[in-house]
Nanobody, 122 residues
């Protein structure tokens, strides 16, 4: 079983910063890609940022230049540094981690964190 523990959300004023983290633990062979998604009430969950095992990053247009995704493979952890936050960033943020579960099967599986709330006030 793979478990993701997500933290770092909170309430912040517009223009402020937050840093989210998500750590994977349990039984798996290795972590592959990692990503952050967000979902506001009444909206579908959408991609915010992702990072490959080689460190290549992608971002949705609305957060480019403000958010930075990074990873620490020694800790099986992905981070999202969020700067210059706007009220439009208010949502519940979820991490997703793709893992190879066992050595003898090269297929990968996706696992989701429980989510952490980010609220940006005007």
């Amino acid at each position: 079983q793979v478990r993701l523990v997500e933290s770092g959300g909170g309430l912040v004023q517009a223009g402020g910063s937050l840093k989210l983290s998500c750590a994977a633990s349990g039984n798996f062979f290795r972590v592959a890609a990692m990503g952050w998604y967000r979902q506001a009430p009444g909206n579908q969950r959408g991609l915010v940022a992702s990072i490959t095992s080689g460190g290549t990053t992608t971002y949705t247009d609305s957060v480019k230049g403000r958010f930075t995704i990074s990873r620490d493979d020694a800790k099986n952890t992905v981070y999202l540094q969020m700067n210059s936050l706007k009220p439009e960033d208010t949502a519940r943020y979820y991490c997703k981690i793709n893992v190879r579960r066992v050595f003898w099967d090269n297929s990968n599986n996706n696992y989701w964190g429980q989510g952490t709330q980010v609220t940006v006030s005007s």
